[in-house]
């Protein structure tokens, strides 16, 4: 059975720094682009970055030279390393794992919280 747990969440003030964890079971973790997305009260979810099985990685406008997102093959885990956290970088992060091979599949973690106040 597909399982993402993430880890990490906190609080923090800003110009702080968290890194979140994703471990992954179930799933054929090489063959998966894995990303973080995170969601703000009221806001839609919305990507944050993506690391894909080949080594390319994506990251929103608003995090790029602040986060970066690395994995362990491994230990079917991928990071998400936050610094100089902002107060708008607030929200729930979720883990996501989207199979690049047919079946097509993409599974979501339950979320962790990182709040980002003085």
């Known amino acids: 059975q597909e399982r993402l747990v993430e880890s990490g969440g906190g609080l923090v003030q800003p110009g702080g720094s968290l890194r979140l964890a994703c471990a992954a079971s179930?799933?054929?973790?090489?063959?998966?682009?894995m990303g973080w997305y995170r969601q703000a009260p009221g806001k839609q979810r919305e990507l944050v970055a993506t690391?894909?099985?080949?080594?390319?990685?994506n990251y929103a406008d608003s995090v790029k030279g602040r986060f970066t997102i690395s994995r362990d093959n491994a230990k079917n885990t991928v990071f998400l390393q936050m610094n100089s956290l902002k107060p708008e970088d607030t929200g729930v992060y979720y883990c996501?794992?989207?199979?690049?091979?047919?079946?097509?599949?993409?599974?979501w973690g339950q979320g962790t919280q990182v709040t980002v106040s003085a």
């Open positions: 996501n794992a989207a199979r690049e091979r047919w079946p097509y599949t993409n599974f």
């Open positions: 179930g799933v054929i973790f090489s063959i998966n682009t």
């Open positions: 690391f894909t099985s080949t080594g390319s990685t």
